[in-house]
């Protein structure tokens, strides 16, 4: 099993992260292209792409499930699922108005999905969105979304940001560290890390209330 980070390079530099199940079955994590790059990727290296999952409703997270087969099961937060549809909370209604009408399958707090012998687990960690969420495999590896970056953590400013939520959302990934220990950590933007980092340098790890 191993993850491939794939960088869309556009107004926001955002991460689509993708699994490898073995050498041809893959899992998505995040898909923020604003063109088919992505699905000219999976094509051009033979991939069959068996699932989607989403970090967070955020158009620069979703754009590219616009050229994906509505057919490939979609994950999303129960709670974020409705900025799919809304471009003002997507924070898109600036710019090119993003509406995905995909069907979608709505996640809860520490539901667990088995595909194949992996099974990816919703850490609920809303905050940046409220539906905001991490998602960890089989205990070894944590996509992040825009919850935690290398060195730093998700803005909450945003239409359905909740700042009150922050420490608390942050707490779930420290205890993850304390039972589990150390693990990769893939964000939403930027470098991917390590979860010991984060505990022991990022400034609002170290400092949770």
């Known amino acids: 099993m191993k993850i491939v980070t794939l960088t869309y390079i556009g107004d926001l530099v955002a991460n689509t992260h993708l699994l490898f199940l073995n050498d041809r079955d893959v899992v998505a994590f995040d898909l923020g292209q604003r063109n088919d790059s992505f699905k000219r990727y999976i094509e051009n290296h033979n991939l069959n792409l068996k699932a989607i999952f989403i970090t967070h409703g955020h158009f620069d997270h979703i754009c590219g499930l616009r050229f994906i087969s509505k057919d490939i099961p979609l994950y999303i937060s129960n709670e974020d699922a409705i900025l799919l549809t809304d471009p003002y909370k997507n924070c898109s209604s600036e710019g090119t108005h993003v509406i ?51 060195s730093v953590i998700g803005r909450c400013d945003l239409p359905t940001s909740c700042a009150r939520f922050i420490d608390e959302s942050l707490k779930r990934l420290k205890d993850i560290y304390q039972k589990y220990g150390d693990m990769n950590v893939y964000p939403g933007h930027g470098e991917n890390t390590t979860l010991k980092r984060e505990v022991e340098k990022n400034f609002y790890m170290r400092n949770i209330k």
């Not at 194949?116 to 905001?132: A, M, R, W, Y």
């Not at 969420?133 to 825009?146: A, K, R, S």
């Open 100 to 150: 995905i009408d995909n069907p979608y399958i709505a996640l809860n707090d520490l539901d667990i999905i088995k595909i194949d012998n992996v099974e990816i687990q919703v850490i609920n960690t809303p905050f940046h969105s409220l539906g905001s969420v991490c998602y960890m495999i089989n205990h070894e590896d944590l996509i992040t979304g825009d919850t935690l970056f290398k």
